[in-house]
């Protein structure tokens, strides 16, 4: 390791290159090589100067480095520590090419994974970065990492704030509207993050057409984000009586509760349950008089 650190210290380009490259190697494979290159002296510094280099190979080899340390959960903290997160906050605001956009949003992943690091992340304004990325590259090959960064950052309570007042919910409403339903997914899992608070709910109460778009969630995505969908709307129906009318004049969402409540999983089906229950209590008299068709369980 020491052989290779001092070829990234060397002032050729190519130097840094080949070490960089053999280091990238190296540290994918093994936690031990992960925990020799931590303990190298400086070299964490060095690596992350060179992330920051004009080259976009060697920004990259670097970036892949730096994750590959990241793995390994006791260097986390040191990781965020060594003041890398200004740094990827501005390679995730403008790449040098995609895969390091890719690679400095899946490092910051990899660090918010750690409880300890979220907070830092919200002061250094990293939560306002991801979601400016997001609403500019949301159909980039980065906008899946991005969403798994958001995820982590959000399950902070005070990054959810952030979020949701740097408007992260018509962001994520945008990509829900998209064709990758993988993302499309993603961001609905994101939302039922937000719906736990009362800001999150009411702006997600905001966006127009949102409701039909969680009734569409219900049958579409992973199991996950069916559960959100149904999470949030459990929410949204408490919030208002107008969304539960608008989901009721959908002919399908009898149907969609129905499916979900026998093949759903165990929370999913929980949920489903509930729903269906909100549109028994419901004043029915007021759906007729619109013309609504009642499930078929009443």
């Known amino acids: 390791m020491a052989e290779w650190m001092s070829q990234v210290q060397s002032d050729s380009p190519e130097a840094h290159n080949d070490a960089l490259q053999a280091l990238s190697s190296l540290t994918k494979v093994s936690t031990h090589n992960r925990n020799l290159l931590a303990q190298t002296q400086d070299a964490i510094p060095h690596i992350l100067a060179l992330s920051q280099s004009p080259s976009t190979l060697t920004q990259t080899l670097s970036l892949s480095v730096l994750f590959n340390l990241s793995l390994n959960p006791n260097l986390k903290q040191s990781l965020v520590e ?42 250094a304004g990293t939560v306002e970065v991801v979601i400016q990325a997001l609403k500019s590259h949301s159909n980039s090959s ?37 064709p990758a ?50 999470e949030i709307l459990i929410k949204l129906f408490a919030a208002s009586d107008e969304c539960l009318r608008e989901a009721a004049r959908k002919h399908e969402f009898s149907s969609l509760l129905a499916d979900l409540s026998i093949r759903g999983s165990d929370k999913a089906r929980q949920k489903a349950g509930v729903l269906m229950q909100i549109l028994m209590e419901a004043n029915l008299d007021c759906f007729v008089q619109e013309g609504v068709s009642m499930p078929p369980w009443f």
């Not at 040098?96 to 907070?119: F, I, R, T, Y």
């Not at 127009?208 to 778009?213: E, P």
């Open 82 to 123: 060594a003041n890398i997160i200004h740094h990827l906050n501005s390679i995730i605001l403008s790449p040098s090419s995609p895969q390091a956009g890719k690679l400095a949003a899946s490092l910051l992943c990899s660090l918010a994974m750690l409880d300890k690091n979220k907070a830092p992340f919200g002061v």
């Open 142 to 178: 980065a906008a899946h990492h991005l969403l798994s960064s958001l995820s982590e950052l959000v399950q902070f309570h005070g990054n959810c704030t952030l979020a949701i007042r740097a408007g992260a919910v018509p962001a994520l409403v945008q990509i829900m509207e998209g």
């Open 181 to 230: 339903r993988d993302l499309a997914g993603s961001s609905l899992a994101i939302l039922g993050l937000m719906a736990r608070f009362e800001e999150g709910i009411q702006a997600i109460r905001a966006v127009d057409g949102v409701v039909g778009l969680l009734v569409d969630g219900l049958t579409s995505g992973c199991m996950v984000s069916r559960e959100s969908a149904a």
